[in-house]
């Protein structure tokens, strides 16, 4: 089946820019991450949805990133008024369920470079 | 959060067997070893679990000896296609845990296969 999408691929944006970023999650499941992922370094936690409720934004590094899940599916991911130290690739997963521990399947990610 | 200590980076040879260790000497009771394995541009993809002794998939081996204190992946008859950034990864997966769900990625080690 298909896996997690995220859209777009590839974002350049000028410093002071609003973006969005898309993930399709793999239908039926529960759970949603975002993670930032700067070059050479691991990805790190961003936020966390379980269904369309906001259960964990503790990696949210600041009030200009702000993330959504209405439906309790698609999520979008938006940075207002980006800085260059925002770039970086912004990856999503999901699991099944809401269990600890459960596979996270990742998305291909969304390379941003702020300029 | 336990903290894993792993390799840089690796070099390896076609066809041979390669061993990754972790260290994570604050290993809690509760806490299960995972590795994730990533490929350039795309997001990180699961690999192994284990809690204690040997797992074996049809991808790798976890070995975590008595202390748990570390862990080693291997990875039998390693091709091109292997190169890769290894992570592993600690965390508490019980089902009464009621904290993050979220991965704690470190830097992870890359394996560079060479023909």
Redesign the interface.
């Known amino acids: 089946g298909a896996g997690?999408s995220q859209s777009p691929r590839y974002k350049v944006a000028k410093r002071g820019q609003d973006v969005a970023l898309r993930c399709d999650p793999i239908s039926g499941h529960v759970?949603l991450?975002w993670?930032q992922q700067a070059l050479?370094?691991?990805?790190?936690?961003l936020t966390?949805f379980q269904n369309e409720a906001q259960l964990?934004k503790?990696?949210l590094p600041s009030d200009r990133f702000f993330a959504e899940r209405p439906e309790g599916s698609v999520s979008t991911l938006k940075i207002q008024r980006t800085q260059q130290e925002d770039s970086a690739v912004y990856?999503?997963?999901s699991?099944l369920g809401?269990?600890?521990?459960?596979?996270?399947?990742?998305?291909?990610?969304t390379r941003l470079l702020v300029l | 959060l336990a903290k894993t200590t792993q390799p840089i980076s690796m070099d390896s040879y076609e066809g041979q067997e390669v061993n990754i260790t972790c260290s994570h000497n604050n290993i809690a009771t509760n806490d299960y070893i995972t590795w994730y394995q990533q490929f350039p541009s795309q997001g990180p993809r699961f690999i192994i679990q284990g809690y204690k002794t040997k797992v074996t998939n049809e991808v790798a081996s976890l070995f975590i000896p008595a202390d748990r204190k570390s862990s080693t992946l291997s990875l039998p008859r390693v091709s091109l296609s292997d190169t890769a950034v290894y992570y592993c990864l600690v965390g508490d997966i019980s089902t009464g845990n009621t904290g993050r769900r979220a991965l704690t990625f470190g830097s992870g080690t890359r394996l560079q296969v060479q023909p």
């Not at chain 1, 050479?40 to 936690?45: D, R």
């Not at chain 1, 809401?98 to 990610?109: D, H």
């Open positions: 997690v759970s991450f993670y050479g370094q691991g990805p790190e936690f966390y964990d503790s990696g990856l999503c997963a699991s809401a269990s600890p521990g459960e596979t996270q399947y990742f998305g291909p990610g």
